[in-house]
Each structure stands twice: as structure tokens, then as C-alpha cells.
């Protein structure tokens, strides 16, 4: 339903706010009432009957009788129509600039985000977007053609350079899977990429081959692929990568987000970030965590700390120390379920860094006083990354970090107690259990590794907060899909996936709004409906605490409002 501005004479303000004696000497631009206004403050539901802006912050939370005393002849009010209104969605993981690639890309997810099922499926949509004159001008630019999102736990079989090298076209070809961690290319592109079979496999990589030779099959595995995504997209120009930002920010916003990231920024990714900021373009807040190994230079440049620039701000460092469970490239200390081809029975994975590396990185980023985040899916990664804490918190002393594990998908019960000893905050993926819960029980982890991952219950018992992450555009940046996953733990095929290790719908909010707003560092700013934080919020059909779970992905996005102006309206 499309919401209107309505005024409110001054006559029908008068009888409910009383005479003018009562004003308030601080006038407000807009007030919210008539709804379902959640403002996530403490440890229960509470609800407000009225909300008061004023220059992008919150002026006033609570009843609508001292609301309108805020009221002016110049004030909007608003009539929600009984909806639901709340603090605005905060990505606590995810890649804004990466999202930004996927909306100019080939589109090949899988359902229920697309139509590809098949690796014919892939070629029909590839060949489509080839043909289409609305992405010669992209094409001749950049010099390749980028699909995004395949998932091979979804298709016939794995594709390769042989696949590719059906489409009609001389250009390099790379699709990138879904997980961000590996990509298929064609023949040309590997030639352009400079990958042969004398080409060795690099340290936390994989460069796959054909069967009994050394001559790559076109699947890059982690750093191959790392590499030579980065080195594409360094070669985009200013206007692509405007457009990738906008993408970015518009499907961000359709989903209710108000703040994003862009965890592991490259150098080209942050200068246009940069960009955007000083041009006005960003409709929300931006915070980038860069690539520690190719971009940790912009921490010393003005955008780095808490506060924002022109709605952007470098908030630390991101880590990764492997890979991805669904892509079988996770750093695992028992073998998968069931290996990848080409490997042994007991193949576990691989982790990105020997321990020497991983434990110099972390040590440089706490005397540095850095917030890292560190991407470990596996639980040998989630090892080495507490070892490096334990290390680094020894020498430099125990102070307020906030360094972050990312994903922590296969994380042990004995390792959570060490995170809480550690301060180490658990940034985790519950819509795994959807996306890829019946792969992890099937060929990934088998049972009963597959029923605690991203074990939010067991965290909340041991005292701590957490985050639930959509870690866009590995999937899209769906808050609901985040609620129901971290909720229900369904998966594509209905099964409950480890139900114990499920949560309250208000725990699961909490997440993605006020301990989202904590892992930022921006608890003071962002995150509840209290008097003086920004003005963000999201209007919701409904009431994500009064449907059954099971509805949670049927409640739409009305509105979303970046401080105080509306950012998304829905159709």
C-alpha cells in the first residue's frame, strides 16, 4: 500500500495535543502514529504510540499526546494505518560494491532468486545477455562478460572452460558462484588471465584441472579467483562504478537496509566509494571494511573511525582465513561429508594462511587498534582466528575491539566459550540453513555437524550477542529471509535444520537492528527508536512479532526512511 503525507489542520492538532501553552519549544518535521512502532529498546517488546523527527534524528519516542506538543503548522504527520514501524535493517555482513557488480551481471541464480537449474539453463541466459544491445557499451568497456550466482549444488553437473566455450562470443567469460569464492572461466579467459598448466597453485587457492593432465578445467578455487575479480574490476571506469553503487544502495534499500557494508573492499571499490560520498550519491550510511592484504593503506586516510563523512566512513580491516562450505573450500578439522571430485576421502578443505601469516595479520591490526572482521567458515579457520586473538590480546591487553568472526558456520561448542573469554563477537549466517541446508546435511557435513550450524541458541546461552548476516550478493540482501531463517532454520525443501539452535523472532530482529548497530560500534547512533539517534527506519505491512514464523517471508517492505528521508517506496 503506498503511503500518503497526511497534514493534520491545526484545529484537530489543538484538541489532541491541547492548547498552545502545551507546546514544546522544539518543533518536529515529522511524527509517526497510528502503528505498530517497535522500538527494539531492551530485552522485551516495547512499543511506542508515537515517534517525532527533526533533522534526520529521533526528537521524541513514546505517547502521542507529548508528541504533538512537537507539532507545528510546518509538521507531517504520519499515519501509518496500523503497519509496522521500526529501526531500519543494519548489514552486519555483506558487500554493497559486490552487490553492485551482481545487478550489471548475468543473473544466474537458482530458486527461488531466479530460474537456473541447469548448466543449459546457464548458457540460454549467458548467450541472452551477450545478444541484448543494452550490455554491448558494459561488455566493450571492461573487455569481459560476468554471470553471477551459480550454485552447483542446484545443477546437473559442475560447469567448466569446455561449457563456455559453447557461447557465441570471442570475449573472456567468467561466472562467479554464488558463495563469491570461486568462478568458471571460459578458455579465453583463461588465456587472458594468464592461467596454464605450468601455472602453480597459490597459497589459500585452487586452479582446477582436467582429468590426468596439468591444464586448468576453468574453475578457480579462492585466491585464483580472488585475484582475477579484483583485477576486473579494477579496470571499471567511474561511470560503472556509479552505477554498481547505485545498484547497490537501490536493492539494499528495497529490503529495508539503511546501513550497509562493503566488507573487504579493494582500493578501486573504496576510491569510488570515496567518490560517492563527496558527490552526494549515497542515500544511506556505507561502512567499509577494507582488504587487509591490498587496501590497508585508507585507514590513514580521513574516512577511517567512527564517524561518517558524507554518509561514509572506513570502519577497519576484513580477514578471510577460507573459504566457502558450499563450495567445499571451508577449512574443516574432520573431512566433508562427501569430497569434491578430484579429491580424497579425507579431504577437510584448506585454510587461506599458514598459522605464522594469519597470527602477524591479527597481531598488526590489534596494535593498531583496528576492528577486524575475520572470515572463517570452518572450524580449523575459527581455530586459527581464536588462537590469533588469544596471541594478540596477551601482548597488547584486553581493550574495547569489537574484532568480529565472520560466518563461524561449523563453530564448536567448545569454542564459544572462548569467544565470550575473548570479547570476540559472532557474526553468523542462519540463512545458510535455507539457501544450502540440505546440501550441508546431504554432501557438506552430514550429520550432526549440519544441525548446529550457525548456532545462534548456543551463542545466546553463553551470554553473548550476535548478528545474522544476508552476506550479499551471495544471496540477495532480504531482511525477511534473514528473520525466517534465523527463526525457523528451514530449508528449501521444508525441513528444519538443528531446531534447537533456533531463536525468538525477537532475538532474531535484535539482530539485524540493535546488536547489529553494537558490532559497528554504533549502539549510541543506530538501531532503537530513542531520542537523539538518526532518523532510520523501516514501515512494515506487518508485524514480524504477531504472524507465525512460518509467515515471516511474506511480510513486504513499505517504506524505508534513511535519516528521515524516504530512500524506497514500494510500488
Excluded at 576453468?218 to 582475477?228: A, K, N, Q, R, W
Excluded at 567511474?238 to 537496509?257: C, H, P, R, T
Excluded at 532510520?536 to 526512511?561: A, C, G, H, R, Y
Aim: aromatic share 10%.
Amino acid at each position: 500500500m503506498k503511503y500518503r503525507l497526511i497534514m493534520i489542520v491545526s484545529l484537530i492538532g489543538a484538541l489532541v495535543s491541547g492548547c498552545d501553552s502545551a507546546k514544546n519549544s522544539a518543533s518536529a518535521d515529522t511524527i509517526y502514529v497510528d502503528g505498530d512502532i517497535l522500538t527494539m529498546e531492551g530485552d522485551t517488546p516495547t512499543y511506542a504510540e508515537a515517534v517525532a523527527v527533526k533533522d534526520g534524528e529521533i526528537l521524541f519516542v513514546g505517547d502521542r499526546q507529548t508528541a504533538f506538543t512537537y507539532r507545528t503548522e510546518a509538521t507531517d504527520v504520519i499515519n501509518l494505518e496500523g503497519k509496522t514501524f521500526m529501526p531500519g535493517f543494519i548489514d552486519s555482513h555483506g558487500h554493497i560494491y559486490g552487490v553492485g557488480l551482481q545487478t550489471i551481471s548475468a543473473r544466474l541464480l537458482s530458486p527461488p532468486d531466479g530460474t537456473v537449474t541447469t548448466v543449459a539453463d546457464i548458457l540460454t541466459i549467458m548467450q541472452a545477455y551477450i545478444d541484448d544491445p543494452v550490455n554491448q557499451e558494459l561488455i566493450t568497456k571492461t573487455g569481459w562478460i560476468i554471470g553471477f550466482g551459480y550454485d552447483d549444488s542446484l545443477l546437473d553437473f559442475y560447469p567448466t572452460a569446455k561449457d563456455l566455450d559453447k557461447l557465441d562470443t570471442d570475449y573472456p567469460v567468467m561466472i562467479i558462484h554464488t558463495s563469491l569464492h570461486l568462478s568458471v572461466l571460459n578458455s579465453k579467459g583463461l588465456e587472458v588471465a594468464g592461467f596454464t598448466a605450468e601455472t602453480e597453485n597459490p597459497q589459500g587457492g585452487i586452479i582446477r584441472r582436467k582429468a590426468g593432465t596439468n591444464e586448468p578445467n576453468g574453475v578457480l578455487e579462492e585466491m585464483p579467483f580472488i585475484v582475477t575479480i579484483f583485477g576486473i574490476m579494477n579496470s571499471f571506469d567511474e561511470n560503472i562504478q556509479a552505477a554498481m553503487i547505485k545498484g547497490g544502495q537501490d536493492l539494499y534499500a528495497s529490503y529495508g537496509f539503511t546501513t550497509a557494508q562493503e566488507a573487504r573492499a579493494s582500493t578501486a571499490g573504496l576510491q569510488a566509494l570515496e567518490r560517492a560520498s563527496k558527490d552526494g550519491k549515497l542515500v544511506m550510511d556505507v561502512v567499509a571494511y577494507a582488504d587487509f592484504q591490498r587496501a590497508k593503506d585508507s585507514l590513514s586516510t580521513s574516512y577511517y573511525g567512527q564517524t561518517y563523512t558524507n554518509r561514509y566512513r572506513i570502519g577497519g580491516v576484513k580477514l578471510g582465513f577460507d573459504g566457502s562450505p558450499q563450495g567445499k573450500t571451508a577449512w574443516l578439522t574432520h573431512a566433508y561429508h562427501v569430497a569434491p571430485d578430484g579429491q580424497p576421502a579425507d579431504y577437510a578443505g584448506y585454510g587461506s594462511y599458514p598459522d605464522a601469516k594469519a597470527f602477524a595479520l591479527i597481531d598488526e591490526a590489534f596494535e593498531k587498534d583496528w576492528q577486524v572482521l575475520v572470515h572463517a567458515n570452518g572450524d580449523a579457520a575459527i581455530d586459527q582466528m581464536i588462537t590469533g586473538i588469544a596471541l594478540a590480546t596477551e601482548k597488547y591487553g584486553p581493550k574495547d575491539r569489537r574484532p568480529v568472526l565472520i560466518h563461524g558456520q561449523t563453530l564448536r561448542q567448545d569454542q564459544i566459550g572462548k569467544l565470550a573469554e575473548l570479547d570476540i563477537f559472532p557474526s553468523l549466517f542462519p540463512i545458510h540453513t535455507f539457501y544450502w541446508g540440505d546440501w550441508h546435511e546431504q554432501s557438506v557435513l552430514g550429520q550432526p555437524r549440519a544441525d548446529f550450524i550457525s548456532p545462534a541458541k548456543a551463542v545466546l546461552e553463553a551470554g553473548l550477542k550476535f548478528t545474522s548476516h544476508h552476506d550479499a550478493p551471495v544471496v540477495l540482501p532480504n531482511a525477511m529471509r534473514i528473520l525466517s531463517a534465523t527463526v525457523t532454520r528451514r530449508t528449501r525443501s521444508g525441513k528444519v535444520l538443528g531446531p534447537d539452535q533456533s531463536v525468538s523472532t525477537y532475538i532474531a530482529l535484535k539482530s539485524i537492528t540493535d546488536w547489529a548497530a553494537y558490532q559497528l560500534f554504533e549502539e549510541a547512533d543506530k538501531g532503537t527508536l530513542a531520542v537523539g539517534k538518526k532518523a532510520d527506519f523501516v514501515i512494515l505491512d506487518q508485524n514480524p512479532l504477531k504472524v507465525d514464523p512460518d509467515s515471516l517471508m511474506e511480510i513486504k517492505v513499505l517504506q524505508t526512511i534513511s535519516a528521515g528521508k524516504v530512500i524506497y517506496e514500494k510500488p
